[in-house]
């Protein structure tokens, strides 16, 4: 971590959103939100304890939301307006048990069966 003592305070926040690993590590095996990432540079770097804060009731989370590559049609089996997941692979999973497939290239398509793309989508894919 470099030395911020001669930082001027609109120097360090704009290091700290820019590059918050200059203050701080990544937590969470760089899974962790960029978001809150910048927000824990900021709270470092201005020496504010974040536990003592208190917010609006929001959380910023990150989620997976799958989508047909060829339709963009949404997995949304119970017509709630689609399934949320923590992984690439959680998506993938589900998406497969409701009847979508994942090509070897590693797209997803929808289980539409009338449409041209889709038909020869599989057809290379069984080919």
């Given amino acids: 971590m470099p030395s911020l003592e001669n930082y001027t305070p609109h120097r360090l926040l704009r290091l700290a959103i820019s590059d918050p690993g200059a203050i701080t590590p990544r ?41 047909c590559a060829l339709c963009e049609t949404t997995l949304d089996e119970d017509g709630d307006g689609g399934y949320h997941f923590a992984t690439r692979a959680d998506a993938v999973k589900s998406a497969i048990g409701f009847g979508w497939e994942e090509l070897a ?16 989508a599989r057809a290379q894919e069984a080919s």
Avoid: M
């Fill in 27 to 67: 937590g969470d095996n760089y899974e962790e939100p960029l978001l809150d990432w910048q927000a824990r540079a900021v709270a470092t770097a201005f020496d504010i304890d974040l536990s003592t804060h208190r917010h609006a009731g929001f959380k910023t989370t990150s989620c997976v939301e799958i989508r």
């Fill in 105 to 120: 290239d590693g797209r997803v398509i929808c289980g539409n069966d009338w449409e041209d793309d889709h038909v020869q």
